[in-house]
């Protein structure tokens, strides 16, 4: 019998309700030779009421989504290697132009050279697609399509509490055509863009679990293209170079706190007058924190300028998340988020603001299966006439790992 992903969805929600509960254990990576394997499975069934993300006319549908990944590890003497693939897979009822497949892999590891200096080194390719909800230019019949390839190599020199890196790498994305829901071209390939940067860190172990550090990277972000103007590439030049210096530390407190946070400022300077230069706060950090037992807070944030790919300007994002996980009883879990996103345009008269809040279940079979369900309520205000929407997602998940 040959069974499809919406079969798997109902399967999913059939565990959701019949499941038994059993005593969760810590998941343990196969042992296959001298490598270690986790292989996972994530087998989802959404509904979401604006599938669009657009102010009126709202289209809904049912998604089914498939999320296989499969981590292998290998260590040979003080030398690490770990190949990371994953996929998503997305495959809608009644809208089939918005099926899609994303996809990952990533080569990483770390050489160990002398005792005090690593090298580590990262390369992975991906194709992704943009989120409806980001558009902000004409909507195409298909979702925006872009792979990236990413490099980068450093060394760290860590003689005894004072530690030194450097890090260098080079970074392509490149975005394919499409057309509109009336068959007109729309061009996307004006955003494709090169980057190469260098980061410096130094750190500083104290006898406490605090790890103080500073680090500064620069970039130069070079556009293939001008941007089209509507008979060529004959817009403006989108070229730029970016500093970016950040002062944090990085820490732990008995088990109960840990994470790192940091705060500094941002100067993007771009080649062309026509573009307005971006100087901004920024920051970034995650923390943990058990406050009593069974419950765990969340708090990510992240302040950065970034390029955007279809508006000629620069944009300064800010994103914060905070989560709740609460062991209800035994191996079933209340999870819920709230997240802000907020873009404020250099050289436009508008900023977007994108607020979503989350909650729902999770309830843990065993070792290698989890079964959960949510409900995800998401809304954009903003400056701009017809950017607003509104959109809520049911979900149901089941999550397996051999």
């Known amino acids: 019998m040959k069974l499809n992903l919406k079969d798997f969805a109902v399967f999913s929600c059939i565990l959701l309700c019949a499941g038994v509960a059993r005593a969760a254990e810590e998941y343990q990576p196969i042992k296959a030779g001298s490598f270690l394997l986790s292989p996972k499975l994530i087998l989802e069934q959404n509904y979401s009421d604006n599938i669009y993300a657009t102010d009126g006319n709202e289209e809904s549908d049912f998604i089914s989504v498939a999320k296989p990944s ?10 690490e290697f770990k190949w990371e693939n994953s996929a998503e897979i997305f495959q809608y009822r009644g809208n089939s132009d918005e099926n899609r497949m994303n996809y990952k892999s990533e080569l990483s590891g770390k050489l160990v050279a002398r005792r005090v200096l690593t090298l580590p080194f990262k390369l992975s390719y991906g194709v992704n697609h943009n989120e ?25 020199y860590k003689p005894g509490r004072l530690g030194i890196g450097v890090y260098g790498g080079y970074n392509q994305t490149r975005y ?3 057309t509109s829901f009336a068959g007109a071209p729309v061009i996307r390939e004006d955003g494709d863009y090169d980057t190469i940067y260098l980061k410096t860190e130094a750190e500083f172990t104290t006898r406490t679990e ?11 972000n070079d556009f293939l293209r001008r941007t089209f103007d509507g008979t060529g590439f004959n817009g403006v030049a989108r070229d730029n170079r970016l500093m970016q210096a950040l002062t944090g530390a990085r820490f732990e407190y008995h088990d109960m706190l840990e994470g790192s946070a940091a705060f500094g400022h941002d100067w993007r300077r771009y080649d062309d007058d026509a573009v307005e230069d971006v100087t901004a706060l920024s920051a970034q950090g995650s923390l943990s924190w058990w406050p009593v037992m069974k419950t765990k807070l969340m708090l990510d944030f992240l302040r950065q300028s970034e390029e955007d790919n279809v508006v000629d300007d620069g944009t300064v994002e800010t994103r914060v998340t905070f ?10 879990f209340l999870k819920s988020m709230t997240e802000w996103e907020g873009t404020e345009f250099e050289n436009l008269n508008r900023s977007d603001d994108i607020y979503a809040g989350s909650i729902g279940f999770s309830y843990v079979l065993n070792r290698k299966l989890e079964v959960g369900a949510s409900y995800l309520h998401r809304f954009r205000e903003s400056t701009q006439i ?5 959109e809520n997602v049911f979900l149901l998940r089941l999550t397996g790992k051999l």
Do not use: W
């Open 210 to 220: 605090l790890t103080p550090f500073v680090s500064l990277l620069v970039s130069e």
């Open 323 to 332: 989560g709740l996980d609460y062991e209800l009883k035994n191996d079933l």
């Open 386 to 390: 017809g950017s607003d929407f509104s």
């Open 132 to 156: 409806r909800r980001y558009e902000r230019s004409s909507m195409t019949r298909e979702p925006t399509q872009y792979q990236q390839l990413k490099s980068e190599i450093g060394a760290l």
């Open 176 to 178: 394919d055509n499409g």
């Open 70 to 79: 499969l981590k292998i590890e290998k260590s040979i003497r003080d030398h």
